[in-house]
């Protein structure tokens, strides 16, 4: 027979464990990376990676991460596949991504989408560098315990093991076979989803919160994702977006320009290969601080799962909140500079 060594009650003990859990993240946060301070270090997958934001690399997350990699020109990468969703965007270089079996041709700002439980390697084949910057909800999965990962080396993709089995369950309306197969379905969708998005295809549109966006992975562009999503947004020199606030996180990761971010009344300010967190609850508003140049900068969320999960959990909390009246510049008549402003050749 065992006994509790507390002299106090589970209230106690559950109040004392609620705020050294607060602090312990409240000590983490952070919100700028700056790209001159990540260190780039050789891994064994054939590539140099440099961690933003990841417990591997001590900077941990809740909720999403955020690394870069370089691929020397003629490397190939070994393969590995993962339980969690992720996608990389191109800073830099050519090459391919190989997705079970297929290969999708990359350049400067695409994006590739790696679905959850595919085989996946990348390769550049330019005389530069290819670099990238990798981000996915691997911290979510490893926080529920669903953070699965396996490395093949140099296999070629027809020796490779099959995509991991889900049972597709019978038609007999009880749960149990219900539950095989609306998993089944999911996990389907997964792996057909659309992988490539080229740059050369976003088709932006203007906004009524000051600036023009486009869809990079999303599921009206045919994503199957489990929850993360990716835009782009351009703002107008010397022009800005609405303030806003949210109940999740939302990453912005800064690909071409300057600017500056008010959070909270704090001024952040950004340029290439930055990245920004953007807290949850806190009011933010971006400006570009070029009177020239478009800042092009992706925001990233794991707002179709966390989201709305929160949502209807926190409900009829409003998790979205902007000014009754939007303060955003009319941006409907402008000119736009070049949509392939500050894109590397």
């Known amino acids: 027979m065992s006994e509790t060594k507390t002299n106090v009650t589970h209230y106690e003990v559950q109040k004392m464990r609620r705020k050294e859990y607060l602090a312990h993240w409240e000590k983490l ?14 891994t064994p997958r054939n590539m140099k990676s440099g961690v933003m934001v990841s417990a591997d690399g001590n900077v941990p997350s809740l909720n999403l991460d955020a690394v870069m990699h370089e691929i020397a020109p003629g ?18 270089g050519e090459g391919w991504t190989e997705v079970d079996g297929k290969r ?13 439980g595919s085989w996946h390697r990348h390769s550049c084949t330019g005389t530069k560098p290819g670099t990238f910057t990798s981000f996915s909800v691997q911290p979510l999965a490893e926080l529920l315990g669903l ?20 049972s597709q369950g019978l038609d007999l309306g009880d749960p149990y076979s219900n539950r095989l197969a609306r998993n089944y379905a999911k996990q389907d969708a997964m ?25 990079l992975i999303d599921s009206t562009l045919g994503h199957a994702t489990g929850g993360l999503t990716a835009v782009i947004h351009q703002l107008a020199p ?35 290969g930055d990245l920004v967190i953007v807290d949850h609850w806190a009011w933010h508003q971006h400006f570009n601080a070029s009177p020239d140049n478009i800042a092009s900068i992706i925001r990233i969320h794991n ?19 902007e000014l ?11 000119i736009w500079p070049d949509t392939n402003q500050g894109r590397p050749q």
């Open 29 to 42: 946060q952070r919100t700028i990376v700056r790209k001159p301070d990540v260190v780039m270090v050789d």
């Open 75 to 92: 490397t190939t990468t070994t393969v590995h596949r993962h339980s969690w969703d992720a996608f990389i965007f191109v800073t830099g």
């Open 104 to 116: 999708f041709e990359w350049r400067s700002w695409d994006t590739i989408y790696l679905p959850g």
């Open 147 to 166: 953070s699965f990962i396996e490395d093949a080396g140099d296999t070629p993709f027809e020796k490779l093991p099959p995509r991991w089995a889900m």
């Open 191 to 215: 792996s057909k989803s659309r992988v490539l998005t080229a740059y050369d295809d976003i088709r932006f549109r203007v906004t009524p919160r000051g600036g023009r966006s486009g869809f």
């Open 238 to 272: 010397s022009l800005y977006q609405s303030r806003h606030r949210h109940g999740g996180e939302a990453w912005l990761y800064c690909i071409a320009g300057e600017g500056y971010t008010i959070m909270n009344d704090e001024k952040v300010t950004w340029t290439v």
């Open 303 to 321: 707002f179709d799962s966390l989201y709305f999960a929160m949502a209807a959990m926190l409900q009829p909390m409003n998790l979205f909140e």
């Open 324 to 334: 009754p009246t939007l303060d955003a510049p009319d941006v409907s008549q402008i």
